[in-house]
T-cell receptor, first 118, second 112 residues
Framework: KQEVTQIPAALSVPEGENLVLNCSFT??????LQWFRQDPGKGLTSLLL?????REQTSGRLNASLDKSSGRSTLYIAASQPGDSATYLC?????????????????FGQGTILTVHP | DAGITQSPRHKVTETGTPVTLRCHQT?????MYWYRQDPGHGLRLIHY???????DKGEVSDGYSVSRSKTEDFLLTLESATSSQTSVYFC???????????FGDGTRLSIL
């Protein structure tokens, strides 16, 4: 069974710092990996999606990398701002026993709570 | 933002009563999902749909049923609510099984 772990569970940094969030998964048979952001009382917002054949994706100050063979992904946030404070979740889309995607069923990590203080 | 509306946004009810949560989308996406989010468990899939009248169970489906009679609506029903079903419920949609999922703002359900 696929398991996804995010470390650290919480992180507090001063504004302007570059930071890295980690995600690890136990089974490398995945189609893609997604990073989401969740603000308090809100749903998840998709940030980046990396296909299994890709090594990284970038969007603005965010860069996500994927090392499928070692079961690891990192989310790099450059020049952090107080508005980046949120919970960040990663999720993998496993390849099922039939070689399909199990109808897009994601397996989520429990998230990293990020606080960026002024 | 993707056009997803969950209703109600908050609900308090008593054990043993039936509860129906609604997810409405305006994106004409084929795939729809119901998750629950609990401290210490993260997000867990309850049921999902891959088309009108095509639904299946997720990881934590016991005590829940779903229906999808139209592309835009996906209903989650708790036939006889229990206190263990107190949670925040999220609906998500995606155009295909490989595309990013877009989430609604959730329904906070308390069962007393």
């Amino acid at each position: 069974k696929q398991e996804v772990t995010q470390i650290p569970a919480a992180l507090s940094v001063p504004e302007g710092e570059n930071l890295v969030l980690n995600c690890s998964f136990t089974d490398s048979a995945i189609y893609n990996l997604q990073w989401f952001r969740q603000d308090p009382g809100k749903g998840l917002t998709s940030l980046l999606l990396i296909q299994s054949s890709q090594r990284e994706q970038t969007s603005g100050r965010l860069n996500a990398s994927l090392d499928k063979s070692s079961g690891r992904s990192t989310l790099y946030i450059a020049a952090s701002q107080p508005g980046d404070s949120a919970t960040y979740l990663c999720a993998v889309l496993p390849i099922d026993n039939a070689g399909g995607t199990s109808y897009g069923k994601l397996t989520f990590g429990q998230g990293t709570i990020l606080t960026v203080h002024p | 933002d993707a056009g997803i509306t969950q209703s109600p946004r908050h609900k308090v009810t008593e054990t043993g009563t039936p509860v129906t949560l609604r997810c409405h989308q305006t994106e004409n996406h084929r795939y729809m999902y119901w998750y629950r989010q609990d401290p210490g468990h993260g997000l867990r899939l309850i049921h999902y749909s891959y088309g009108v009248k095509d639904t299946d169970k997720g990881e934590v489906s016991d005590g829940y049923s779903v229906s999808r009679s139209k592309t835009e609506d996906f209903l989650l029903t708790l036939e006889s609510a229990t206190s263990s079903q107190t949670s925040v419920y999220f609906c998500a949609i995606s155009a295909t099984n490989l595309q990013p999922q877009h989430f609604g703002d959730g329904t906070r359900l308390s069962i007393l």
